[in-house]
């Protein structure tokens, strides 16, 4: 949940955030893309390969959302 909220308060606040770190988490894969276009820092995703949900999630997160 601490993830989540990383990023919720990225997306809340771009310009008082850094950075934003997720650990093993799920669910941020849904925002909605145009949601994400607002961020303005680097969004650091962990994930193990054995924890299928939270792989799967970051996959789906960043090939979705990679900025160059």
Do not use: C, W
């Amino acid at each position: 949940m601490g993830g989540q909220e990383s990023l919720n308060a990225n997306l809340n606040d771009p310009q008082a955030v850094s950075a934003s770190v997720i650990i093993y988490g799920f669910g941020f894969d849904k925002i909605d893309t145009r949601q994400l276009e607002k961020l303005k820092s680097t969004v650091l995703v962990i994930a193990g390969s054995e924890d299928s949900g939270a792989m799967q999630a970051a996959i789906h997160f960043l090939s979705t959302n990679n900025k160059p």
